[in-house]
C-alpha cells in the first residue's frame, strides 16, 4: 500500500476509535462498557502512532526528494549552526 494510503487509513481508523469511545462513555458504567471503553482506546492510541509513523516517514521520503533534487549526496550533520552568523548581529541604531 502507498504511504498516502497508509495516512488516510491510520487517519480513518483514529477517527473510528474517537466515535468508539465516545460511544462507550455515553453508556452507564459496567465492566463491558469499560472493556469497550479500553478496546476502543487502545486502537485509538494504535491509531495515532501508526499515523505518527507514517507522517514521519512521509517527511523522510520528501527530504531525500529534495536532496535529490540539491544533488546532495547525504544531509548535513549540523545544518543550522552552518547558516547561523559567526559573529552576532549588533541592532540597528547599536547600543
Keep these: 500500500m502507498a504511504l498516502p494510503k497508509h495516512l488516510d487509513d491510520a487517519a480513518d481508523r483514529l477517527h473510528e476509535a474517537f466515535a468508539r469511545i465516545e460511544d462507550a462513555r455515553a453508556k452507564p458504567t ?3 462498557s469499560l472493556h ?3 478496546a476502543a482506546l487502545t486502537d485509538y492510541a494504535q ?3 501508526d499515523l505518527h509513523e507514517f507522517g514521519n516517514e512521509s517527511v523522510h521520503e520528501k527530504l531525500h526528494m529534495l536532496a535529490g ?3 546532495l549526496k ?3 550533520e549540523e545544518p543550522l549552526q552552518e547558516l547561523e ?3 552576532p548581529r549588533t541592532p540597528s541604531g547599536g547600543i
Design 36 to 38: 469497550e471503553w479500553l
Design 47 to 49: 491509531a495515532l502512532t
Design 69 to 71: 533534487l540539491l544533488k
Design 74 to 76: 547525504s544531509f548535513p
Design 30 to 32: 459496567s465492566p463491558e
Design 85 to 87: 552568523p559567526e559573529e
